[in-house]
């Protein structure tokens, strides 16, 4: 049987792996912008840096994923635990609330990361790498690399923004 304690014990466990994975997602994508990138434009790297771009891609795609798709089951259900009633989330008076509207706009930029994700890590990101290696600094090779930069530019921008907006649905307000 499923109590209170129980259930609101579930809930904190779901808000934590909610937030470790909100963590590693996001902190992956600060680190690579701030300390992998710059370190492979070093003199003694660059000679490595496509195979070791290519290899750090390949392996935190995988990680990615794998937190968002934590991010998705648990936000469901830290939504659901933060309902008023269990039916409150199938109601659009719910979703006409202020706490409802927040999450709504959260989703939607959610939505938004995962389709902009998708086209990076399974088109954009491996044909420029591929360029990379065959035509290293041709004009096709460098319009694909900075495609799949500002795409990752843009997906880190609507990371953070979404975090802010967790923090204020925690918070209570905007």
């Not at 680190?31 to 660059?46: A, N, Y």
């Not at 795609?61 to 309902?83: D, E, K, M």
């Not at 500002?150 to 649905?169: D, Y």
Request: aromatic residues 10%; charged residues 15%; glycine residues 8%.
């Amino acid at each position: 049987m499923i109590t209170v304690d129980s259930l609101r014990a579930l809930y904190l466990a779901s808000v934590t792996l909610h937030i470790l994975a909100a963590a590693l997602w996001a902190g992956g994508m600060l680190f690579l912008v701030f300390v992998i990138v710059p370190l492979l434009r070093t003199p003694e790297l660059r000679d490595r840096a496509v195979a070791l771009v290519t290899a750090l891609g390949e392996r935190f795609r995988t990680v990615g994923w794998a937190c968002l798709l934590v991010l998705i089951v648990t936000g469901f259900f830290n939504a659901a635990y933060r309902a008023p009633s269990p039916g409150a989330l199938a109601e659009a008076a719910w979703w006409a609330t202020p706490f409802g509207r927040l999450l709504a706009t959260k989703l939607s930029l959610v939505g938004v990361i995962l389709v902009l994700s998708a086209i990076h890590d399974f088109a954009i990101g491996p044909r420029a790498s591929a360029l990379l290696a065959a035509e290293p600094g041709s004009p096709r090779t460098l319009r694909w690399q900075h495609a799949a930069r500002w795409m990752g530019r843009i997906n880190l921008v609507l990371a953070i923004t979404v975090i802010a907006m967790a923090v204020a649905l925690a918070r209570g307000g905007w």
